[in-house]
């Protein structure tokens, strides 16, 4: 059986690969259809079909190359059933970039875990 951890590990993985395809109506499973996101510059977004929206308008945009989040630690409660993810992400774009730290929370939903809120922090940006 993987472990919590290591489950929540990869799917972070997979929701990379995601959207590095520009593939929005993929990304839906990986959301509690309650899940909130905060955005890099403060921005609220609620429910899944709110932050699917923005992913499409995201990938519909020419310049747009991906967002990536990398995993520093994934913290456990007792009962095994809500996680904290923490990391780093940065956004590319063709001509400029901007990243931070992030904070999500997973929880475990029909054995499966799905993400109940995003908070994004950008404290960089390039050209």
Excluded: C
């Excluded at 959301?31 to 308008?57: H, K, N, Q, R, V």
């Excluded at 991906?66 to 001509?95: I, N, S």
Aim: aromatic residues 10%; charged residues 20%.
């Amino acid at each position: 059986m993987t472990a919590p951890e290591d489950a929540i590990r990869a799917r972070r993985k997979l929701t990379n690969k995601l959207i590095a395809a520009h593939d929005a109506r993929r990304l839906a499973p990986f959301f509690d259809p309650g899940a909130t996101l905060i955005s890099g510059e403060g921005g609220l977004l609620m429910g899944a079909p709110a932050i699917l929206a923005a992913f499409e308008a995201q990938f519909a945009d020419p310049s747009f190359v991906t967002y990536a989040r990398t995993t520093q630690d994934v913290a456990l409660d007792p009962a095994g059933e809500r996680a904290a993810e923490t990391g780093t992400w940065l956004a590319t774009w063709k001509d400029a970039s901007s990243s931070g730290p992030y904070l999500a929370a997973w929880k475990k939903v029909r054995g499966q875990w799905v993400i109940e809120s995003e908070t994004f922090v950008t404290t960089g940006s390039g050209a």
